[in-house]
């Protein structure tokens, strides 16, 4: 149990486009999910908490305009890049917190976004 | 906020030997200690969390330590194998409890 998919896997974009990443906890309910970005070499950087049914929560220094976070069931949740830029190339990787473990994150495959 | 440092940053190990990863935490508020491999190209996969109530959990090959004294925990893997080379991180979630902080990360590379 507690599998999280994320799709896709992989996207490449135009800048200026927006992109769009889905989050699935495919066989337990996450009323929370948290979105990490990840360059190369680094740790894991928290972007947002998103919790079902209210506003994310966004970590300093993220754009909130920017990164916009759905997460409209208990199964899933998503990030939309807006107005994409080279600089927002990145792996992103969620993460779904399993009740009733409460503290315990799993997380997705990620997704490697390319914008040229 | 949390802070956590975790060491080294990079582990050569010959296989069959084992591998310590040490990781400190700030915020004595701290109550769960995961552990994550993260393989290139995927996300990370937990393999072994501590809750401050016990000071030692085993699984296998692995073994996590609590010293909530001094804050700090470490990651042990016994026996290490090619199959173990990978990035692994440790997090702390701080106070609030409901978001982790992640260490630095450490690569280890297990020879053959």
């Known amino acids: 149990?507690?599998?999280?998919?994320?799709?896709?896997?992989?996207?490449?974009?135009?800048?200026?486009?927006?992109?769009?990443?889905?989050?699935?906890?495919?066989?337990?309910?996450?009323?929370?999910?948290?979105?990490?970005?990840?360059?190369?070499k680094q740790s894991l950087m928290l972007m947002a908490t998103s919790n079902e049914g209210s506003k994310a929560t966004y970590e300093q220094g993220v754009e909130?305009?920017?990164?916009?976070?759905?997460?409209?069931?208990?199964?899933?949740?998503?990030?939309?890049?807006?107005?994409?830029?080279?600089?927002?190339?990145?792996?992103y990787i969620c993460s779904a917190r399993r009740l009733p473990e409460g503290d315990t994150q799993y997380f997705g495959p990620g997704t490697r976004l390319t914008v040229l | 906020g949390e802070n956590v440092e975790q060491h080294p940053s990079t582990l050569s190990v010959q296989e069959g030997d084992s591998a310590v990863i040490k990781c400190t935490y700030s915020d004595s508020a701290s109550n769960y200690f995961p552990w994550y491999k993260q393989e290139l190209g995927k996300g990370p996969q937990l393999i072994i969390d501590i809750r401050s109530n016990v000071g030692e959990k085993k699984d296998q090959r692995i073994a996590v330590t609590l010293n909530k004294t001094a804050k700090h925990f470490s990651l042990h893997i016994t026996e290490t194998q090619p199959e173990d080379s990978a990035v692994y991180f440790c997090a702390a979630p701080g106070a609030a409890g409901n978001k982790l902080t992640f260490g630095g990360g450490t690569r280890v590379l297990v020879k053959p």
Request: net charge positive.
């Open chain 1, 1 to 40: 149990g507690a599998v999280v998919s994320q799709h896709p896997s992989w996207v490449i974009c135009k800048s200026g486009t927006s992109v769009k990443i889905e989050c699935r906890s495919l066989d337990f309910q996450a009323t929370t999910m948290f979105w990490y970005r990840q360059f190369p």
């Open chain 1, 64 to 91: 909130k305009d920017k990164f916009l976070i759905n997460h409209a069931s208990l199964t899933l949740s998503t990030l939309t890049v807006t107005s994409a830029h080279p600089e927002d190339s990145s792996f």
